[in-house]
């Protein structure tokens, strides 16, 4: 048991669950091209992914301890490690994205600069939205996080050296799932972003109004895949992603109950959405 408990914390909160789902992301795109998901595509996705998590991690560790305690007292230990595990992962990434075309290779910059940007920050970003870092600007933070996980589609059809409208079109769902995630993220983080300063939906506007968002990201991807599919730009496999809007739903639902674990409910089920897409969208191919 005590093994089982070290994988699940190592898994969820050492950030390799979010890392597959993007890999299962990365899947997906693959099927609705019509082609099966290479491993060293799927592998490039987690690589980049965790880098981009790591970074993010160590540039926020002391302001997550006000947030999520549990995990960043788990990663504190590997601190020191962070700038050998980002370069590693990265590096991994970049020499596998070199085997297979340029253009692709080139395009892989595009998720390196977003994650710097986002983590650490830059002066050039003050004379274009008035602060240093993202995350300081009320929902900037969320749709930059949105825009650089849309772009999976597009690095899938650089990989395959075939840019086709359905990868564009799926990229404003995955924006907007993720943008269900990272606001309800931030209800999580409101005690936190709130001693910091930092301007978020709930801190701003309040818990209630945040859900009252998140519900209405839910039901515009939900009705922009139907329109999609009635318009015949995506497969009718695809309403099976009509079962992820229902399934963020019943998170939220949990997260209101008194009794909820709210940590439990972003960094398992939450982030865990990812991984079911590659799985239940090959499911919906296979049957249909």
Same mark, same amino acid.
């Given at each position: ?18 890392? @597959? ?9 693959? +099927? =609705?091209?019509?082609?099966? $998901?290479? &491993?060293? #595509?799927? %592998? ?110 597009? @690095? ?9 409208? +359905? =990868?564009?079109?799926?990229? $404003?769902? &995955?924006? #907007?799932? %993720? ?110």
């Amino acid at each position: 048991m005590r093994g089982l408990h070290f994988a699940y914390k190592e898994i969820v909160l050492g950030g390799h669950l979010l890392a @597959l789902g993007t890999a299962s992301i990365a899947s997906s795109s693959a +099927i =609705l091209m019509g082609q099966s $998901p290479a &491993i060293d #595509l799927l %592998l490039m996705a987690y690589l980049f992914s965790y880098g981009a998590y790591t970074i993010n991690r160590s540039a926020e560790m002391d302001l997550d301890i006000l947030s999520n305690r549990g995990r960043t007292e788990y990663l504190q230990s590997r601190r020191k490690y962070f700038p050998a595990i980002t370069a590693a992962y990265f590096t991994s990434g970049y020499m596998l994205a070199a085997l297979r075309n340029l253009t692709f290779f080139l395009a892989l910059m595009v998720p390196l600069l977003l994650s710097l940007v986002y983590s650490i920050g830059s002066k050039w970003l003050v004379p274009l939205i008035g602060v240093k870092k993202l995350k300081e600007k009320l929902l900037v933070k969320n749709v930059a996080i949105s825009f650089g996980w849309s772009l999976i589609p597009v @690095l899938v059809g650089l990989y395959y050296q075939q840019l086709t409208l +359905i =990868l564009f079109a799926f990229a $404003p769902f &995955i924006f #907007l799932r %993720l943008m269900v995630n990272t606001i309800f993220f931030d209800i999580r983080d409101v005690d936190g972003d709130g001693k910091a300063g930092i301007r978020t939906l709930p801190t701003v506007y309040g818990a209630k109004r945040s859900f009252a968002i998140i519900t209405l990201a839910d039901v515009l991807s939900a009705f922009y895949i139907i329109l999609l599919i009635a318009w015949r730009l995506m497969p009718s496999f695809m309403a099976f992603a009509l079962l992820f809007p229902l399934y963020s739903t019943l998170y939220r639902w949990l997260a209101k109950r008194p009794d909820s674990n709210i940590n439990v409910l972003c960094d398992t089920i939450a982030d865990g959405e990812y991984l079911l897409w590659g799985p239940l969208i090959y499911l919906g191919r296979t049957i249909f």
